[in-house]
């Protein structure tokens, strides 16, 4: 996994504030609090502005619909689990469509009671990635700009309500200056279709190259 050392000393003994990393242009963020709809509606106005002039008006309306339904149900489906953002690739591919097969959540979760009594940070970090039950995965721990993170890569199986099966790659940080905060990056991707395909395997090292750039917000 990416291990980052950034900053000064005094710099990474204040708290964080926020956080930071760089994605392509492709990509937009979703802020899931506050600002939501105007933030849906301005990514959807310039993805509209990238429809060919001459494209027959009887194919635009549909496509306008469905570029819609399928933006707010991603973003609609990501507010449900009260996360902080949500990033898509918005801008059209080569072939000029649009591929929303892949997504970054960012979202925060508390210390669970059950892990005070560990002194291993690493070990409050793993139990906290097992509470989703998932128990074939991949993990490993490092550093990111100043604070632990624990990274786990697995599949998630297609079912109810999920018709393909994913790839998940989710990085968990301690929240520097709050013991009891940890912040997780977690990516999903169906890839080509297979989670396990050369494209799956070329967005992993995509995203795992993203959170090289990750930075704290400091106070």
Same mark, same amino acid.
């Given at each position: 996994m990416p291990v980052?050392? =950034? #900053?000064s000393r005094s710099e990474l003994a204040l708290p964080a504030t926020g956080y930071r990393m760089l994605l392509p242009d492709q990509w937009a963020q979703v802020p899931l609090r506050h600002g939501t709809d105007e933030a849906v509606d301005s990514i959807l106005e310039d993805a509209y502005t990238r429809i060919p002039k001459d494209a027959p008006p009887d194919k635009v309306g549909p496509y306008k619909r469905e570029l819609a339904r399928r933006f707010r149900k991603a973003v609609t489906q990501a507010q449900e689990t009260n996360a902080l953002d949500l990033y898509l690739p918005v801008k059209p591919v080569a072939d000029g469509s649009f591929n929303l097969g892949a997504s970054i959540l960012v979202s925060e979760t508390l210390l669970p009671d059950r892990g005070r009594a560990a002194t291993d940070p690493t070990e409050l970090a793993v139990q906290l990635l097992s509470r989703d039950g998932v128990e074939q =995965? &991949?993990?490993?721990? #490092?550093e990111i700009d100043g604070a632990l993170a624990v990274r786990r890569e697995h599949v998630a199986a297609s079912g109810p309500g999920v018709e393909l099966a994913s790839r998940r790659v989710e990085y968990i940080m301690a929240v520097p200056g709050d013991p009891d905060r940890w912040f997780v990056a977690a990516f999903s991707?169906? *890839? =080509? *279709? &297979?989670?396990r395909d050369d494209l799956s395997e070329a967005l992993v090292e995509w995203f795992d190259a993203v959170m090289t750039t990750f930075r704290w917000r400091r106070g």
């Open positions: 980052e050392h =950034a #900053g =995965a &991949d993990l490993s721990s #490092g991707t169906v *890839g =080509a *279709g &297979d989670p």
